[in-house]
């Protein structure tokens, strides 16, 4: 039956293809008038972008959405255990990297496949192929597709441009450089302030985020071939003991107990040369309400390690409830597809959320608009060289994630690395779950 | 408006017949004989779904290998609590609650029995200053946690600016495992003294004034009355207070929480913290229970020592 559908489905496209110009409006938006679904959102800044556009969808579609967004760590808890109660969850945020495996395995997520190629439900100027590829496969688990991405995510290395071009320093090329530099600034008073050189999250789990680039960049990987745990190895043992020595020697006091809020808020008081975490978190740097560095700052790729430059890609997606029924479905994909469509893609990008789609960043709107040209091209560029596999590749991430994060304590506050990570390794080994 | 009287049937005495024509139907019947039964049931039918079920459910669980979305249950016996020896975050958890409930308590009810000495005496101004004295209890502890934690802040928090102003050298806080525990029972002393305060307070109160006069007139001074008289009468209020005042703070969370997450590391993590990781994080519903478990038995424990404890004072 489903084989039946997909090859339906295959010609559909086929005929979707040769005639999109017929196609072309060819979905009826009232098709479910009527309908009431409920989206699970993170407090996020895209949920800031749609939520007060949502009445236009509705006045479209005839259907009513409500939506209801939690803070990040709340989100996650509230979003399992309504999902495992078989709660009204029609649609909903989520990080594939973080939850696609669990939330698969637990048969939470539904397959879009059959919703991208149907033309009654899809528009054919909707363009799946225009979001990034890497983005695309990273929202999908066993070949199947399970979200559409809203935030296209990567880490970058933020400097303070100013101060760069005062002390005539240059951007950090390689990891040995960017330890130089985080060394030159670090006690420079500057403005009757005392710098520190970086700035890097260092509280536990929530610092392997970023500490992966790190990682890939020296050579290490979370698993071996194999898929016994990889970080008793020379090089993962190098990156949690350069992330750890940067922080210590050269980062904000108290570096163990640095979230990303704790981090950029250091950045943004103009305490510190550089900070590298996620991209995203240009519109906080640039905003002059909040923030005493804006218009001061740069941005670069990651420094190349020993291996090279990795930098990790990450993505928020929206995703449909597999425990709703078939006409809520139907309607959550109209939602999800009008909140992706290109005009609110290019709308979110120039809300500060770094957009899904290839269109929106090439277009000559945005480019108009474009007040930082670096960052939009060490964002494209981190985009081509990221690596996807920003978590251990595992069920149950959380709990990896966790002894990933005593290491990089441990490493930070300037224990024996080694020994720290080999204890690690044998942990995570009795831990994964697959 | 009719009389009242009308409305409300003649009392059921009388002859056979009578009785008949104003019988109650057999459901009053029942209840007018089960009283006892009847009138409690629907508060002992809510607390059974409230209560009783989600208890019996958690001890199930125990018992059980469950992530939750991932298949049913599965027994393991006491798979679980054999986990919990093996598992060097136990162990970290149960010394951080020791090391952070036993200073906490300790100095709350050293602190909070000295000021409900000061306050029980005539002074200006003592309501003002007592209503001004009770404000951090009263405030709700998760935003309090949150500015405390701004606060707390070594780089940017005014904690350190304070100190620094002063002359002295700024502390990490919450951001060195050396320093956290002591920073978490500051802010948690800070919280709380009030309430040991008034409970002891009402208990000074209520104390008897012959044994003070008896005991001035003797020739007693003001330490030798509070040593041998005050303490003696106070000593079964304390222990309810602490009593009252260690339910919360042995399994403490919100403000743990907010400000630490446990950190940095696991240097704050309780045993309770941990169990809240364990089923909320990682979804490990099973041995998050078992942990959870682990704490009420502690929790139960500590509180029959100290009622034994009290009853024995009482007795005195």
Excluded at chain 2, 283 to 296: D, E, N, Q, R, T
């Amino acid at each position: 039956m489903k084989r039946r559908m997909v090859c339906l489905s295959l010609v559909a496209l086929v005929f979707v293809g040769a005639f999109s110009s017929i196609a072309l409006g060819a979905v009826n938006w009232k098709q479910l008038q009527g309908t009431e679904i409920r989206f699970l959102m993170n407090k996020h800044p895209f949920t800031t972008f749609i939520e007060p556009k949502v009445p236009e969808f509705e006045k479209l579609t005839g259907i009513k959405v409500t939506i209801e967004a939690f803070p990040e760590d709340q989100y996650r808890n509230k979003r399992t255990i309504e999902l495992n109660a078989g709660g009204k969850v029609d649609g909903y945020m989520i990080m594939p990297g973080q939850d696609d495996l669990h939330y698969w395995k637990a048969g939470w997520l539904q397959p879009m496949d059959g919703y991208n190629s149907d033309p009654t439900l899809t528009e054919a100027d909707w363009n799946f192929k225009d979001f990034f590829p890497s983005f695309a496969k990273a929202s999908s688990v066993d070949g199947k597709l399970i979200g559409i991405v809203i935030n296209a995510e990567t880490s970058l290395l933020a400097y303070r441009k100013d101060l760069f071009t005062k002390f005539k320093v240059k951007v950090p090329q390689t990891m040995k450089e960017l330890e130089q530099t985080a060394k030159f600034f670090y006690g420079k008073e500057v403005d009757g302030k005392k710098m520190v050189g970086i700035t890097l999250r260092g509280k536990g789990a929530a610092a392997t985020s970023q500490w992966v680039d790190f990682l890939y960049s020296f050579g290490g990987s979370w698993t071996t071939p194999q898929g016994k745990s990889n970080f008793a190895s020379s090089q993962s043992i190098a990156a949690f003991k350069f992330y750890g020595d940067l922080l210590r020697n050269y980062g904000p006091q108290g570096g163990t107990m640095l979230h990303w809020a704790e981090s950029t808020s250091m950045f943004m008081e103009g305490k510190a040369a550089m900070i590298y975490d996620a991209n995203v978190f240009k519109a906080l740097y640039e905003n002059p309400k909040e923030s005493k560095v804006a218009g001061k700052v740069g941005y670069a790729v990651i420094p190349a390690g020993p291996a090279g430059r990795l930098p990790h890609v990450s993505n928020w997606s929206l995703s449909i409830g597999k425990t709703s029924t078939p006409e809520r479905q139907k309607a959550a994909w109209l939602f999800i597809q009008w909140a992706t469509n290109k005009n609110n893609s290019l709308g979110a990008l120039l809300a500060g959320v770094p957009a899904g789609r290839a269109s929106a960043w090439t277009s000559k709107e945005y480019k108009s608009k474009d007040d930082h040209p670096d960052w939009t091209s060490s964002t494209m560029k981190s985009f081509e060289i990221g690596q996807p596999q920003w978590n251990p590749p595992v069920i149950n991430v959380p709990e990896i994630r966790d002894i990933t994060g005593q290491v990089i304590v441990d490493a930070i506050e300037g224990k024996d690395v080694a020994a720290s990570a080999k204890k690690a390794a044998e942990l995570m080994d009795k831990k994964m779950e697959r | 408006m009719p009389p009242l009287r009308e409305q409300i049937p003649a009392p059921r005495v009388g002859t056979k017949t009578t009785v008949m024509k104003t019988a109650p139907s057999a459901l009053s019947r029942f209840m007018d004989r089960h009283q006892a039964l009847v009138y409690p049931a629907p508060a002992v039918i809510a607390l059974f779904f409230i209560v009783i079920i989600p208890i019996a459910y958690n001890l199930y669980l125990t018992f059980t290998k469950w992530t939750i979305g991932l298949g049913q249950p599965r027994f393991i016996g006491l798979g679980n609590f054999i986990e919990l020896f093996s598992d060097e975050r136990v162990l970290n958890g149960v010394k951080v609650m020791v090391y952070f409930s036993g200073l906490s308590l300790s100095l709350e009810l050293a602190l909070g029995l000295l000021i409900a000495v000061y306050f029980n005496r005539e002074f200006k101004g003592s309501e003002i200053v007592q209503a001004i004295y009770i404000f951090p209890f009263a405030a709700t502890p998760v935003a309090v946690a949150l500015i405390w934690r701004i606060m707390l802040n070594p780089e940017i928090g005014v904690m350190n600016y304070l100190l620094r102003s002063v002359g002295l050298p700024g502390s990490l806080w919450v951001s060195s495992p050396l320093t956290v525990i002591p920073a978490l029972v500051m802010v948690d002393v800070w919280k709380w003294t009030p309430m040991i305060t008034l409970i002891v307070l009402a208990g000074l109160k209520s104390l008897p004034h012959d044994p003070y006069e008896a005991a001035r007139i003797d020739g007693a001074n003001t330490f030798q009355i509070f040593w041998h008289i005050t303490l003696p009468l106070i000593w079964p209020v304390l222990i309810a207070a602490l009593m009252l005042r260690s339910l919360d703070n042995l399994k403490e969370f919100d403000m743990i929480y907010t400000i630490t997450q446990g950190g940095p590391g696991i240097s704050s993590e309780t045993l309770y913290l941990y169990s809240y990781t364990v089923g909320f994080s990682f979804f490990k519903a099973g041995y998050g229970s078992a942990l959870m478990v682990v704490v009420f038995l502690i929790v139960l424990a500590f509180n029959m020592v100290m009622n034994r404890i009290r009853l024995r004072a009482q007795d005195l």
